[in-house]
T-cell receptor
Framework: GEDVEQSLFLSVREGDSSVINCTYTDSSSTYLYWYKQEPGAGLQLLTYIFSNMDMKQDQRLTVLLNKKDKHLSLRIADTQTGDSAIYFC??????????FGAGTTVTVRA | NAGVTQTPKFQVLKTGQSMTLQCAQDMNHNSMYWYRQDPGMGLRLIYY???????DKGEVPNGYNVSRLNKREFSLRLESAAPSQTSVYFC???????????????FGPGTRLTVL
């Protein structure tokens, strides 16, 4: 079955790095995604990684993929107050479906 | 480009009432989706439309119907609303190019629905 798991909460000090972890179950997933949701808003795609990659970097964001352990992580460097949001990990299940985790609420404290 | 738009933003219904949630995209995407978001449960797929003229059930289709009116528009209908349908509803779209291709989905701002 499909089950994406994430820890529910993360608190980080402004300026530190945040690491959000995710485990997924479908080894055939071709793409894995990170979305950000700010309060009262829809989901915004942050980044994605193709399954044949181990790492992808995009400015302050670094995605690491461990296919053997089905583990995905998102690192945000120099975390800012604007990074406070809910972060969702998602895996592609088939041609049409994305399976989402429950979301990790990141709180940035001064 | 407006991206994905949804109307209304908020709605309160009484049990048994019906309503239609509207969604439109201007990105020429061929696939469209309806999700519901409940606390602690992430997003669950209600229905999707792979291309104009086709619709398919997702994980939680009971109590809902959809219409893919044209390539741009995909509506979600609640025929007889129940309190269990209180949720935030998101429409999304994607430009799939084939099997195994990137299916990044673009989301609308959501409709917050309360059923009393």
């Amino acid at each position: 079955g499909e089950d994406v798991e994430q820890s529910l909460f993360l608190s980080v000090r402004e300026g530190d790095s945040s690491v959000i972890n995710c485990t997924y179950t479908d080894s055939s997933s071709t793409y894995l995604y990170w979305y950000k949701q700010e309060p009262g808003a829809g989901l915004q795609l942050l980044t994605y990684i193709f399954s044949n990659m181990d790492m992808k970097q995009d400015q302050r964001l670094t995605v690491l993929l461990n296919k053997k352990d089905k583990h995905l992580s998102l690192r945000i460097a120099d975390t800012q107050t604007g990074d406070s949001a809910i972060y969702f990990c998602a895996e592609s299940i088939n041609d049409y479906k994305l399976s989402f985790g429950a979301g990790t609420t990141v709180t940035v404290r001064a | 480009n407006a991206g994905v738009t949804q109307t209304p933003k908020f709605q309160v219904l009484k049990t048994g009432q019906s309503m239609t949630l509207q969604c439109a995209q201007d990105m020429n995407h061929n696939s469209m989706y309806w999700y519901r978001q409940d606390p602690g449960m992430g997003l669950r797929l209600i229905y999707y439309s792979a291309s104009e003229g086709t619709t398919d059930k997702g994980e939680v289709p009971n109590g809902y119907n959809v219409s893919r009116l044209n390539k741009r528009e995909f509506s979600l209908r609640l025929e007889s609303a129940a309190p269990s349908q209180t949720s935030v509803y998101f429409c999304a779209s994607s430009y799939r190019t084939g099997q195994g291709a990137n299916n990044e989905q673009f989301f609308g701002p959501g409709t917050r629905l309360t059923v009393l």
